[in-house]
């Protein structure tokens, strides 16, 4: 179950849907590289939060 600050996305490797950990202390928005939970490939993440203050993906690509 995710978290109030997890944000949903779909793993380009294998298209599992998965949730990101967005830290609300990093800023509006934020990038890193962080590995699939299902395949382990890494994945490069622009987080950052919505107008309502919700976590949000705006991308997650292939490292």
Do not use: K, T, W
Not at 11 to 22: G, M, R
Not at 36 to 43: A, D, L, S
């Amino acid at each position: 179950m995710p978290l109030e600050s997890d944000a949903a996305y779909h793993c380009p490797s294998c298209f599992e849907q998965n949730y990101v950990a967005v830290d609300p202390s990093g800023g509006r928005r934020q990038r890193f590289v962080e590995d699939c939970p299902v395949c382990c490939r890494p994945i490069a993440f622009d987080v950052g939060f919505d107008a309502e203050g919700d976590p949000v993906v705006f991308s997650a690509e292939a490292e």
